[in-house]
């Protein structure tokens, strides 16, 4: 939908009487109508990276899901102040995982005499203290754009990982990338005694997979890959790595949401593309490259916008951002300094990496 003039045009106004002091990054599943005012857009590891680009800039107003600005906070300096517009944009795949679910997994693993090899490799969509988790027990951070070179990283480091909080990624990085079989796989369900499994098969495993999804990725399935198949013939079914493993296996091209943008943008005039993942960016894909004779279209019409993603909108952009330019200082994403100091080893660990 086209955005309010008026709000518009408040943004606009606060956006320029606060100057350089603020710095306003986006991702990319945000709203048309709050991408419009993003300094910087990208996936989640471009964000992460550069959230530190402006040490100047005294607030960063993060368009994005808590995780992404609890990341921020924890990558930039002391004076910076992370700014999310709407405090109730969580994200449930984070939400799958908590402090205490994953500290009852690690005595499991503890008194099943594993722990000692098993390394910790959680994806970015994770609240800080799992972040911190993470670092404590020398494990990395990753995102979907690096989750390959992550494994490898940490399959030097030990001999079993811990995939935190999303299996799917897990799953699909293990078997596409590293060469595995899903049966090196197993599950682990925090609602179970010793996660409903057995030390045999704990024992077993390469890769300990937790029990979470996204709730939007998880929704596309086989049959959308079939039937845009046969829909639309000469189609590339491409999608994000958090759908499920039968729907990356059917799939021409798997990547983050970056990865995507730059498929589009090379791909040849003519070419045909249904997107699994998130449907304000693929909406924006598909208007911006209809003048190139591109054709996108969304996997599966039954999947909606992620719901908290859609919460920063342009009202609470415009109230931020306003409140900002009169000098309070609201919705700040303020991580505390012990688990600051853990989750930082995690996640620079993965800036790290080759
Ligand atoms: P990327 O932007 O890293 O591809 O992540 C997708 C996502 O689900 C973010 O919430
Ligand atoms: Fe979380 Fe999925 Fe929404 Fe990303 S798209 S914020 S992983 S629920």
Known sequence: SPSD?????????????????????????????VIQFADV???????AKDAAARPDAEYIVFCGVHFMAE???ILTGDDQKVVLPDLAAGCSMADMATAEQVAECWDVLTEAGLAEQVVPVSYMNSSADIKAFTGKHGGTICTSSNAK?????AFEQGDKVLFLPDQHLGRNTAVRDLGMSLDDC???NPHKPNGG???EQLRAAKMILWRGHCSVHGRFSLDSVNDVRERIPGVNVLVHPECKHEVVAAA????????IIKALEAAPAGSKWAIGTELNLVRRLANRFADEDKEIVFLDKT????STMNRIDLPHLVWALESLAEGNLVNRIQVDQETESFAKLALERMLALP
């Open 149 to 153: 070179r992550a494994l490898d990283w």
């Open 186 to 188: 197993v599950v682990y």
């Open 303 to 306: 999947v909606c916008f992620c």
């Open 252 to 259: 021409d091209y798997v990547g983050s949401t970056e990865y």
């Open 71 to 73: 990341s921020a906070d």
């Open 5 to 33: 003039p008026d709000l518009v045009a408040r943004a606009r106004a606060a956006k320029e009487k606060l100057g350089d002091k603020v710095f306003v990054l986006g991702h990319h599943y945000q709203r048309d109508e």
């Open 197 to 199: 499994l057995t030390v």
């Open 41 to 47: 857009t990208g996936d989640s590891f471009k964000l």
